[in-house]
């Protein structure tokens, strides 16, 4: 029987020797802020070790995310833990992956990471958000709006907003992208490149999940090989 994971929870299901090993939460951050009604479950199978979510959400406001069922790698800046390593360090970060998303409504499939300007970070320390979309469907948009760059070769525009806090950096895939790797070292070296990002700054966490602001469905994660070194 597959192992449920209560709201708000964090369960580790790998180590990789250091206690920053893959972990499953059951993130419902803008439930109340975007005042949706609805229920939301995520899950690990310890036989087949896939793991994934599903959803009903519905009432909520336009554009505002409800939820983000999630995989991570690293801990959340809220965590007040150590982070991965500084980016000019950074060796290699990349994620190869595989998944199925069955569902309506409005969400979509990303990436993201975090980066701070401390070794142990929180959120005061946030320098900046970076997202990869890799799927999305119905109405639902990057921060910024219209994109600021495109890598037409590859089909990926950037989009840039803020929260209002720190800046919000997202990559966007045109067509959806089930099965392929996220090597996260190129999307960072082009924003180091744009000066968007310092190379001095911390990475937090890598992290996928589906943003959803409302809509049913399910999510089955089937790969998630995350490749780190510093």
């Not at 419902?28 to 979510?53: C, I, L, P, T």
């Not at 979309?133 to 109405?139: S, T």
């Not at 921060?143 to 495109?150: H, S, V």
């Not at 070292?185 to 190379?199: A, C, D, K, P, T």
């Amino acid at each position: 029987m597959p192992v449920q994971i209560p709201a708000g929870s964090r369960v580790s299901l790998d180590h990789y020797g250091d206690g920053r090993g893959l972990a499953l939460e059951n993130n419902q951050w803008g439930k109340q802020d975007s005042g949706a009604n609805g229920q939301q479950a995520v899950w690990y199978d310890e036989q087949s070790r896939d793991f994934g979510w599903q959803w009903n959400w519905n009432g909520g406001q336009p554009h505002k995310v409800t939820a983000y069922p999630e995989v991570m790698f690293g801990y959340k800046p809220w965590s007040r833990r150590q982070t991965l390593c500084r980016l000019q360090a950074l060796q290699s970060l990349r994620v190869d992956y595989a998944f199925n998303t069955e569902a309506s409504g409005h969400w979509n499939a990303a990436f993201e990471v975090w980066l701070t300007n401390s070794a142990i970070a929180t959120e005061n320390h946030i320098t900046a958000e970076i997202m990869v979309w890799v799927a999305r469907h119905g109405d639902i948009n990057p921060a910024g709006g219209y994109p600021t760059k495109t890598w037409p070769q590859w089909g990926i525009s950037l989009h840039e907003g803020h929260t209002g806090q720190w800046p919000i950096y997202t990559f966007a895939f045109d067509q959806a992208l089930f099965e392929s790797f996220v090597d996260w070292r190129w999307f960072l070296n082009e924003l180091v490149m744009l000066g968007r990002i310092s190379n001095a700054d911390h990475v937090t966490s890598v992290e996928f999940g589906n943003e959803i602001i409302g809509g049913q469905g399910q999510t089955r994660v089937r790969r998630f090989d995350v490749q780190f070194s510093a």
